[in-house]
């Protein structure tokens, strides 16, 4: 009987924190088993899960005091990830199996009473922590060897039960280095086409706008006139996310739990589109310990979209507020502050009015009625958003002319503001004109005061606020990328103005 340790990793929101694990078994005293270090109830209950799946395995429980502790102590720990780092500390304490591969190797995965190991969410970031601390080896469920296998750098293997790693302890037997083949995935899905939108010039133009620079849009009509539609096709006219975004997106969908049965690097911008009666807690983030991600969170480097954002409610809108500006959300709850990472953009779709008709001059709803709701669409809230458009009743079914513009054509256009955008912004660390500081648009490039001269006039009327110019000035610079030109002109910032219209919302 000797006092062992091995590791395992606590997430902390999408980052994880390595979790050292000591096994203490000594003779003498009554037949016990303590776990110290803050553990929540699952974790708690590891303790009847591991000793069963010892037994079952079939392997010697020890009878005497066992005292396992969770390092750092302060830290809390929760979830049932740890279950197979603690089998293996037990057993090797008891000397039943030798201690020398649980040096330098994290073992992750919940236990079955019978031994087998499942799944659990968030290999990913819990992976690319402990390739951070400098752990050589890894053992995962084999369910999650796929998702595990993205995370270069680090040995992975794979176990389906606890005997295979047992075995594999002894050097009696291997653990998987492949995951078994789950058949053919599911052939990726082409994002819908630009060109299925009847009409709609501006709404298109304000769609191509904000995808070549990043910013935020709010689309205002009646329904049926294309809203819905248009939002959904953002995403494809978005750029491939760069190597480090992909990690970063594919580790927040394994923490989430919705990489499927075949993970894969994330490449094309997620697209999130919540039902109005979702809550704060699903909006923001939430919940009792520690908060879990929220739709922002699943919509970072992608697409957030509000359908009928009136119908969300003040408080919800309002709680976009901070998230809109800072590119994140810190949530404190009593287990500890965590931060999660909400850089996305925001397209909300609204009816001018709680009647909607397809006419505005068959609106029979009351100007107070109008102005109320509308006005959940707060005036800080809506100063956050770039782009605002209305957008124009249907009048035909067919289109005349030329058969409107495809994706691919607007994202070659995209792709190409965006590129002279990054080539200029990226000595400063910024990927999108949306990103810039206003304080950088108004000293290191600030534009001539012929070129400014409008929006310093909206300043001076009160038009405008000094956040909604910052704006102005950056969907300018994306005009100008889209022109071709090094720098905005007159015309640019008009067009930016013109943008914030606030009768179009």
């Known amino acids: 009987m000797a006092l062992r340790r091995t590791w395992a990793v606590a997430l902390l929101g999408v980052d994880g924190a390595l979790v050292e694990i000591e096994a203490d078994v000594r003779k003498g005293g009554l037949p016990s088993v303590s776990l110290l270090g803050l553990p929540d109830s699952a974790l708690q209950e590891a303790k009847n899960r591991v000793r069963s799946a010892i037994q079952n395995c079939p392997e010697e429980w020890p009878e005497c005091c066992v005292t396992l502790a969770l390092s750092p102590a302060a830290m809390p720990k929760a979830g049932t990830t740890y279950d197979l780092a603690l089998a293996c500390a037990v057993l090797s304490a008891a000397e039943l199996v030798p201690g020398h591969r649980l040096v330098d190797a994290v073992f992750l995965g919940e236990l079955a009473l019978d031994g087998r190991i499942r799944p659990v969410r968030g290999l990913l970031p819990a992976l690319l922590a402990a390739r951070r601390a400098g752990m050589r080896r890894a053992v995962v469920p084999a369910a999650g060897l796929a998702e595990a296998r993205l995370v270069d750098g680090i040995e992975i293997f794979g176990a389906e039960h606890l005997r295979d790693v047992v075995a594999w302890l002894r050097e009696l037997g291997d653990l998987l280095r492949y995951p078994p083949d789950p058949g053919e995935p599911p052939a990726e899905q082409s994002p819908p086409d630009l060109a299925d939108v009847l009409g709609q010039p501006e709404a298109r133009w304000a769609l191509e706008v904000a995808a070549a620079g990043g910013h935020h849009l709010v689309m205002v009509g009646p329904p049926g006139t294309g809203k819905t539609m248009l939002a959904k096709r953002l995403s494809g006219l978005l750029p491939e996310l760069p190597p480090a975004e992909s990690l970063e997106v594919t580790a927040i969908g394994s923490v989430a739990g919705e990489l499927g049965d075949f993970p894969r690097l994330v490449r094309t911008a997620p697209f999130v589109a919540p039902h109005p009666s979702l809550s704060i807690a699903a909006l923001i983030g939430g919940g009792s310990g520690l908060a879990r991600p929220g739709a922002v969170t699943r919509a970072h480097r992608g697409v957030l979209f509000l359908d009928e954002a009136c119908e969300l409610g003040v408080k919800r809108l309002e709680a976009l507020r901070t998230a809109l500006e800072e ?126 001269a409008l929006l310093d006039r909206g300043l001076e009327a009160g038009a405008i606020t000094a956040r909604g110019a910052d704006r102005c000035l950056r969907v300018a610079w994306t005009l100008a990328d889209l022109d071709g030109l090094e720098r905005p002109e007159a015309d640019h910032v008009a067009a930016a103005l013109e943008f914030r219209d606030r009768r179009a919302a």
């Not at 931060?339 to 953009?345: I, L, M, N």
């Open 327 to 452: 590119g994140e959300v810190r949530l404190a709850r009593r287990d500890g502050t965590l931060c999660y990472p909400a850089r996305f953009q925001l397209v909300m779709a609204t009816n001018p009015c709680p009647c909607a008709p397809v006419r505005e001059i068959d609106c029979q709803c009351a100007p107070q009625a109008r102005r109320r709701y509308l006005g959940k669409l707060s005036g800080p809230l809506l100063d956050r958003v770039d782009l605002r458009v209305r957008m124009r009743p249907i009048t035909a079914m067919v289109e005349r002319g030329d058969r409107p513009e495809g994706t691919a054509a607007v994202r070659a256009r995209v792709a190409r503001a965006r590129e002279r955008a990054r080539l200029r912004w990226e000595e400063h660390g910024w990927q999108t004109n949306s990103e810039v500081p206003g304080t950088a648009l108004r000293r290191e490039f600030a534009l001539p005061t012929t070129a400014t």
